[in-house]
Structures are given as structure tokens and as C-alpha cells.
């Protein structure tokens, strides 16, 4: 099984000083990217899991609606968020979709697991920092799904095959027929394999509002656009099957 998931939220990086971009401005601009994104998952007819970052959320009533009037699954990435500004944006999220959010992302900011399951979560996606040095690490914890709090702990996913994790920077840079090759090889390993890519990896350089560093520059835009597709394509010929993180789980 994959678990297809994509972050709709701010790249780690600040934004350019040279290009003054506010996030008013650059709002639309994400919400177009995540528009892409669905449209090639509608293409192949695939439900994927959105996780939305905490801070924008309410300003992305509209897309959120979209996303989940398309049948995926609408989680919360929290970035740097507070306990109490989680739950003022999943209580207004639920209202919004007239159901439960039940999973939340997390990377380096983390909040407690007893206060996350306080906040009526259902589970938590982890995931590490996408630096350069990934090549030469190992994750850091565990690849496998646990529970832990009353809580379904789903960390990223590894590859026994390249020991790589299938995070967002292995997917942008790493040859596509060794990618696939991964995939399936950890396919054979295990139940599944969590994937996650994120909307501002779309920018391509010339519009991209954020100061990246080299190494995340490398195909981004109508490039990291055509992995995706060629990664669908992928999944479509050798009849892989995708599911959303909440039907996977429960």
C-alpha cells in the first residue's frame, strides 16, 4: 500500500528579501500549486492526504473545501504552532467540512503526544529535516507504525533497498527509475510505504518566493511537476494501490 500525502504549507526557507513577497501575496500563488497537485491525483484517480500547516489554514477555507469535496483526506501540519492554536484551527476546520480531523503532522517543532491526544487526534505523522547530508544518514527513529498515548505513530518511511526515506527531497532529486526500483523493493518488505511531497516544491526557481538553498533548487517546478506524474504513471502500470492515511489506519 502507498500512502500518498502532500504538505500545503511554507517552505522551511524565509522568504527573498529582494522579492518583498507578504504571505497575502503569495497565498493564491500555493493554492495554484496545490490546485496541480489534485488534478493530476483526479487524473489517475488517486485520494491522497493533504496535510494543511496550522498557520494558514484559515486563510484556505476555500481550497480546504475543494480538497475535501475531491475525497481526500484533510489533516494539520504544525510547523510552529501552540497547543491552543491547534485547536482553534481543527475546531474551525471540522466546522467547516462537517467532520472530524483526525491526523496531524509534525516535524521539528513537536508538541507532547498526551497533549496531541488531548486535542482528539486520532494519529501523528512524523517526519525529519530533508537536508543534503541524507545521503549519508540513516532516520532517526522508528519506520514502522506503533502506538504509543493512545495515539497511531506513523514515522517516514525507509528503504531497506537504499536505506534512503521517502521524504520530499529523495523524490526531487533522486533518479526516477532508482526511485521506482526502491519503491517497489520496499514494497516486497513491507505493508507499505508512506510518500510525502510538499505544494511550494512546485515553484519553479524564477517564481519561487523563498531564499532555498542550492540543493533544494534542483528540479523544482514544471520539474518536480513531472516526477509526480511520471510517479503516478508509475503506480497506475505496476497496479500499486493507494489509500489515504485515515482508511490505511482505521
Not at 80 to 98: C, D, F, G, M, P
Not at 173 to 185: A, R
Not at 210 to 222: A, C, H, W
Request: charged content about 25%; proline content about 4%; hydrophobic content about 40%.
Amino acid at each position: 500500500m502507498i500512502l500518498l500525502t502532500f504538505n500545503i504549507a511554507c517552505s522551511d526557507q524565509p522568504f527573498l528579501a529582494q522579492k518583498s513577497t507578504t504571505e497575502t501575496e503569495w497565498l493564491p500563488a500555493l493554492e495554484d500549486k496545490a490546485e496541480s497537485i489534485m488534478l493530476l491525483l483526479e487524473m489517475h484517480e488517486y485520494k491522497a492526504t493533504f496535510f494543511i500547516e496550522v498557520g494558514i489554514a484559515d486563510q484556505l477555507h476555500k481550497l480546504i473545501r475543494n480538497i475535501a469535496f475531491a475525497g481526500h483526506e484533510i489533516a494539520l501540519y504544525n510547523v510552529n504552532s501552540t497547543a491552543a492554536a491547534i485547536e482553534l484551527t481543527k475546531r474551525n476546520l471540522e466546522q467547516l467540512l462537517e467532520k472530524p480531523i483526525r491526523g496531524i503532522r509534525q516535524k521539528l517543532h513537536r508538541l507532547p503526544y498526551p497533549d496531541i491526544k488531548n486535542l482528539e487526534f486520532s494519529y501523528v505523522s512524523n517526519i525529519e529535516s530533508s537536508k543534503i547530508n541524507f545521503l549519508w544518514r540513516k532516520l532517526t527513529t522508528k519506520t514502522h507504525i506503533y502506538e504509543q498515548n493512545n495515539l497511531t505513530i506513523v514515522p517516514e518511511s525507509q528503504s531497506p533497498y537504499s536505506q534512503l526515506p521517502f521524504n520530499d527531497y529523495v523524490l526531487q532529486v533522486t533518479p526516477m527509475k532508482y526511485y521506482e526500483n526502491m519503491l517497489l523493493e520496499s514494497l516486497k518488505n513491507n505493508e507499505y510505504v508512506m510518500i510525502y511531497a510538499n505544494s511550494w516544491q512546485l515553484f519553479g526557481n524564477d517564481e519561487s518566493p523563498f531564499d532555498l538553498p542550492f540543493y533544494k533548487k534542483i528540479n523544482t517546478g514544471r520539474k518536480f511537476e513531472d516526477r509526480l506524474e511520471q510517479l503516478l504513471q508509475f503506480i497506475d502500470k505496476n497496479e500499486l494501490a493507494v489509500s489515504r492515511m485515515k482508511d490505511y489506519l482505521f
